[in-house]
């Protein structure tokens, strides 16, 4: 776990049902890092929070991707502990 926390994402289909093995990723900024890791047996893919190299302040997430598919419709600062879902595209 980062020193920072984790935050968590949940794939889930139609009918709410976690997807398994589901390619995650999200994006910090146009100049920022990108995340990717894979949906466990219940839907849930797991991240590290870091903090931005410059300024040292939490990122904050601009974009999601769900299977190369834009999922995301704002961005978010994440906390320790904070959990976001989405529906499979």
């Not at 900024?29 to 870091?50: H, L, N, P, R």
């Amino acid at each position: 776990m980062s020193e920072h926390g984790t935050f968590s994402i949940r794939v889930v289909d139609e009918n709410g049902h976690g997807v398994s093995g589901a390619r995650v990723s999200y994006q910090c900024g146009k100049m920022s890092g990108v995340g990717t890791e894979y949906t466990d047996s219940d839907g849930w893919a797991e991240f590290d929070i870091v903090h931005a190299v410059l300024g040292g302040g939490a990122i904050f997430v601009e974009r999601v991707w769900v299977n190369g598919e834009e999922v995301s419709d704002s961005g978010f600062y994440p906390e320790d502990g904070d959990t976001f879902s989405f529906t499979l595209p």
